[in-house]
């Protein structure tokens, strides 16, 4: 019998199962027809035992073993009936494939996840490339569910209850050298001789227990010792996700409670407990979210008459720290990076944040000494543009002044290739008025990076009206290939992120003013689920950068983006944050938070206000969606996942809620208009009054995701 999805042949009494045969995508998922073809096969494979040495499953895919089930397929599920079936239809084919009474050997080359991890677990011996591309783990967990094809039962029976809790409660990956040590893989081999090495195995596929992993064995064997693991591990999520999201939990309580059931009733709970958590809200929002991702890998915006340039090698004017974090991207992405300042000082600054983040790396055991040490040579740091001809991007990141930014860029025209793309690390002056500095501006643009640059996921590309679209895509492509995620934005006041985030930040100095605790006012935003409240969100940033982004805001929007005056309070005493170790509040050495700064308190009225933490949020976060609509209506983004794409990455708005607008439609858009309305009544008119397009999405009974 042929397939169409899964090759299948018999040869020299080996059965060989491939995957992505026949298939254009990159990544093979677990499709319902890959699923069916794969449970007929299995079955075959069991009329045939006797006539079989062992199976070999393995793919055609170059970087692809099995990348999972496919998330279209689970989004799809309405009920939890639905999702309890779904799981255990696949839990009955990886049965079978643990079932047969012959060797079976998982060829591993590739993307690993979920599914396909589960799979090559149903067999009796995992081999896998020493290819950097292979990576094996159990992600389910990022979309609010849990692996429910037999993951959790068989998992810990390969690499041990405390590993396999860490894996499948962080969704975290091992590359081949990680998953040998930790005794997931059986050996690894040269992707070109896996499957001709796979038959050496099929007659020895009991791995020798070391002594050392014998002990280990018995000791978390022990019902006792399994709960303190448990215990331990409950402890790290709540501590990590402050209980905001169900599926660890819910991981949690199906490996304890199935510690001593069989195979069986364990899988009928975990069956169960994925039913349950895919059709539920959070899941919902966390898949929105994968989707969204997806959506944007791959840049759909104008296309120009020309090509659009590649950029490999790059150039920072400005070190310090933004240009040091700049200049690592670069180096990280074989760049061989120019970092240009007026002075040494600068540029000494700007290798040692470079140096910083490469270390981190080193640290965490993802670089080697030796590659620090080349990737740091590879960034020069000079005083003069030498070199400047050979570079394909330049990423200016100096002091945020438009004259001054101007002028630099009108001198570094002259210094580079007429091909050579041009952009402003601008956190919120116009991008429109700095091109014209340029003789050619169609080669300009913004990029906008978050700080600090190795943690922030999130680039915003700014347009402006002569941009080319050969340079937008340009940007966009490298972006991408910078592993970051890119949002194409128009220019206006703020951008995208930080015209949103300026309500965020306005209204807790209001808050303040008003005598509500700063306590108060950042508890409540953490237990809305933010990463963290807005006065040590401002702190992070800046006061200062803060009070002059909020001045440029408030110049181009009006009085609905109006601050307090608590800020310039702040800056006249030199509490400025982080960097000067005061702000709000205030920090070690090390940038920890040690308390709040009486000192920056005692500016403030006397916190006497009790407010409930519900109000606290109304009052922080509907601005905040007011001003989201209003980016909409000027077409600054062009739809909604723009804009929580954007908010997710740039500031941390919490994943599990999909995103600000996500959330809005999920609240009710009449709602959030009534409680506008109240606020604008109560509070003040500029800041709430509903802007045009909420009033119309109530008249026409529709949410932001149906625009």
């Known amino acids: 019998?042929?397939?169409?999805?899964?090759?299948?042949?018999?040869?020299?009494?080996?059965?060989?199962?491939?995957?992505?045969?026949?298939?254009?995508?990159?990544?093979?998922?677990?499709?319902?027809?890959?699923?069916?073809?794969?449970?007929?096969?299995?079955?075959e494979i069991h009329t045939k035992t006797s006539e079989l040495d062992g199976v070999i499953f393995h793919s055609h895919k170059e970087r692809c073993f099995l990348a999972g089930a496919d998330i279209t397929l689970i989004s799809s599920m309405q009920t939890e009936s639905d999702g309890q079936a779904g799981a255990e239809a696949g839990q009955k084919i990886f049965n079978r494939i643990e079932d047969l009474k012959i060797p079976t050997v998982a060829c591993v080359h590739g993307v690993c996840l979920g599914g396909g991890l589960e799979l090559s677990l149903s067999c009796k011996t995992i081999l896998i490339s020493d290819d950097k591309?292979?990576?094996?783990?159990?992600?389910?967990?990022?979309?609010?569910?849990?692996?429910?094809?037999?993951?959790?039962?068989?998992?810990?029976?390969?690499?041990?209850?405390?590993?396999?809790?860490?894996?499948?409660?962080?969704?975290?990956?091992?590359?081949?050298?990680?998953?040998?040590?930790?005794?997931?893989?059986?050996?690894?081999?040269?992707?070109?001789?896996?499957?001709?090495?796979?038959?050496?195995?099929?007659?020895?596929?009991?791995?020798?227990?070391?002594f050392k992993d014998s002990i280990e064995d018995l000791v978390t064997d022990n019902v006792l010792t399994k709960k303190v693991i448990f215990q331990k591990a409950r402890e790290s999520v709540l501590k990590k996700t402050k209980g905001f999201y169900q599926a660890p939990l819910k991981i949690l309580d199906v490996m304890e409670a199935g510690v001593l059931k069989g195979r069986s009733s364990y899988l009928q709970s975990e069956s169960q407990a994925f039913g349950e958590l895919c059709v539920g809200e959070q899941s919902k929002n966390l898949q929105h979210i994968y989707f969204m991702t997806e959506k944007v890998k791959k840049y759909s915006g104008p296309k120009g008459e020309g090509k659009a340039p590649k950029l490999e090698r790059g150039a920072c004017l400005g070190a310090g720290t933004m240009g040091g974090g700049i200049a690592w991207l670069m180096a990280k992405n074989n760049m061989f990076p120019i970092m240009k300042d007026i002075n040494y000082d600068g540029i000494e600054l700007g290798l040692k944040q470079a140096s910083k983040n490469f270390s981190g790396a080193v640290k965490r055991k993802r670089m080697s000494k030796d590659d620090f040490e080349r990737k740091m040579r590879s960034i020069s740091g000079q005083t003069d543009?030498?070199?400047?001809?050979?570079?394909?991007?330049?990423?200016?990141?100096?002091?945020?002044?438009?004259?001054?930014?101007?002028?630099?860029?009108?001198?570094?025209?002259?210094?580079?290739?007429?091909?050579?793309?041009?952009?402003?690390?601008?956190?919120?002056?116009?991008?429109?008025?700095?091109?014209?500095?340029?003789?050619?501006?169609?080669?300009?643009?913004?990029?906008?990076?978050?700080?600090?640059?190795?943690?922030?996921?999130?680039?915003?590309?700014?347009?402006?009206?002569?941009?080319?679209?050969?340079?937008?895509?340009?940007?966009?492509?490298?972006?991408?290939?910078?592993?970051?995620?890119?949002?194409?934005?128009?220019?206006?006041?703020?951008?995208?992120?930080?015209?949103?985030?300026?309500?965020?930040?306005?209204?807790?100095?209001?808050?303040?003013?008003?005598?509500?605790s700063m306590k108060d006012i950042d508890d409540a935003c953490l237990n809305f689920g933010m990463p963290m409240g807005p006065c040590r969100l401002l702190d992070e940033v800046g006061v200062d950068v803060g009070q002059k982004v909020a001045k440029i805001i408030h110049d181009g929007l009006g009085d609905r983006a109006k601050a307090s005056t608590l800020s310039g309070k702040l800056v006249e005493k030199g509490f400025l944050g982080k960097k000067t170790s005061k702000g709000f509040y205030i920090y070690d050495e090390k940038g920890k938070v040690v308390g709040p700064n009486e000192e920056a308190l005692a500016l403030f009225p006397k916190a006497t206000k009790k407010m409930s933490e519900v109000e606290i949020q109304k009052r922080v976060f509907l601005p905040m969606i007011n001003e989201a609509a209003t980016v909409l209506e000027d077409k600054i983004v062009d739809n909604a996942s723009d804009v929580d794409l954007g908010l997710i990455f740039g500031i941390g708005f919490p994943p599990f809620r999909g995103g600000l607008l996500k959330y809005a439609d999920s609240e009710g858009i009449e709602r959030i208009h009534d409680e506008l309305v109240k606020h604008a009544e109560s509070v003040d008119a500029d800041r709430y009054t509903p802007c045009e397009l909420i009033k119309t999405l109530v008249k026409d009974k529709k949410k932001f995701y149906e625009l």
Not at 6 to 11: D, G, L, N, R, W
Not at 12 to 41: C, P, Q
Not at 155 to 178: E, F
Request: hydrophobic share 40%.
């Open 133 to 210: 591309a292979t990576a094996l783990g159990l992600p389910e967990v990022k979309l609010g569910i849990i692996p429910g094809f037999g993951g959790t039962y068989r998992l810990p029976k390969k690499v041990g209850l405390p590993t396999a809790l860490d894996m499948i409660l962080t969704g975290k990956t091992l590359n081949s050298r990680k998953a040998k040590k930790l005794g997931l893989a059986r050996e690894v081999f040269p992707k070109e001789r896996l499957i001709e090495q796979a038959p050496k195995f099929f007659k020895d596929n009991d791995k020798k227990s070391s």
């Open 385 to 516: 543009y030498r070199g400047f001809k050979r570079v394909d991007l330049v990423i200016e990141a100096i002091v945020e002044n438009m004259d001054i930014k101007k002028s630099v860029f009108s001198e570094v025209e002259k210094e580079v290739k007429p091909e050579t793309i041009l952009t402003s690390n601008t956190s919120s002056l116009s991008i429109q008025e700095m091109s014209t500095a340029l003789e050619d501006s169609s080669r300009f643009a913004g990029l906008h990076f978050f700080n600090p640059v190795h943690l922030m996921p999130l680039v915003e590309i700014i347009t402006h009206d002569n941009v080319s679209p050969e340079t937008v895509e340009a940007l966009y492509n490298w972006v991408l290939k910078s592993k970051k995620t890119p949002v194409v934005v128009k220019d206006g006041p703020g951008f995208l992120v930080n015209r949103i985030l300026m309500p965020f930040m306005n209204e807790a100095g209001f808050l303040l003013e008003e005598g509500v």
């Open 1 to 43: 019998m042929s397939y169409k999805r899964i090759s299948f042949e018999i040869k020299d009494k080996v059965a060989f199962v491939g995957f992505g045969h026949n298939d254009s995508k990159a990544m093979t998922v677990l499709d319902e027809e890959t699923l069916t073809e794969l449970r007929d096969i299995v079955e």
